[in-house]
């Protein structure tokens, strides 16, 4: 089945500093890939959805400049927490799409854990 | 009114137990129904995926839908510890892998030795 890479899979920084996720598609070509943030007993609540070679669409109440999404391959999504503040603490999943199987299930992967001192 | 309605739990039960998880939803228009197997600190990981209503079945789970009273059920039957996780519900109007998927809260899962 489509497997899904997100690396890192926690990560540590302080406010103020800037991290990188990075989410793979390693047998797919991912024409499309979400982003989703979930607190703690909470649901997925998606952020932004972006396609390949275009702008990412943001959900309302999420601030693309602080949240910068960048879909440069088929295979590679990037997520960017600016200026990360406490409560940008948060677990961050990214799923993906291709262009074969916008009816097929979402595959995700296994999530980034960040947390903000 | 939540669009997608799920109980959080816990639900502990016995080791081979059947389980039933439910959800709830209130847009008609919803065609796709997916349930999700979330382990601590991990990614979803998709159980069953259904098109309209009906019944699916894989190995111990049976995924039901029924629209008209717009409830969808996971049954895992001879439950055991492996299956201790958070099940979420998912569901979507426009295409199982699209952005308008909507989830559940997720329903905490304790299987108890």
């Known amino acids: 089945g489509a497997v899904v890479s997100q690396h890192p899979s926690w990560v540590i920084c302080k406010s103020g500093t800037s991290v990188k996720i990075e989410c793979r598609s390693l047998d797919f070509q991912a024409t499309t890939m979400f982003w989703y943030r979930q607190f703690p007993k909470q649901s997925l609540m998606l952020m932004a959805t972006?396609?390949?070679?275009?702008?990412?669409?943001?959900e309302q109440g999420v601030e693309k400049d602080k949240f910068l999404i960048n879909h440069a391959s088929l295979t590679l999504s990037t997520l960017t927490v600016t200026s990360a503040h406490p409560e940008d603490s948060s677990f961050y999943i990214c799923?993906?799409?291709?262009?074969?199987?916008?009816?097929?299930?979402?595959?995700f992967g296994n999530g980034t854990r960040l947390t903000v001192t | 009114q939540k669009e997608v309605e799920q109980d959080p739990g816990p639900l502990s039960v016995p080791e081979g137990a059947i389980v039933s998880l439910n959800c709830t939803y209130s847009n008609s228009a919803f065609q796709y129904f997916m349930w999700y197997r979330q382990y601590s600190r991990k990614g979803p990981e998709l159980l069953m995926y259904?098109?309209?209503?009906g019944n699916k079945e894989d190995g111990r789970f049976t995924a039901q839908v029924d629209k008209s009273s717009k409830y969808i059920s996971l049954f895992i039957r001879d439950s055991q510890p492996s299956d201790s996780a958070t099940y979420l519900c998912a569901m979507s109007q426009s295409g199982a892998g699209s952005y308008q998927l909507t989830f559940g809260k997720g329903t905490k899962l304790s299987v108890i030795p």
């Open positions: 799923s993906a799409t291709g262009r074969s199987s916008y009816n097929s299930p979402l595959h």
């Open positions: 259904t098109y309209s209503s």
């Open positions: 972006s396609n390949e070679g275009s702008k990412a669409t943001y």
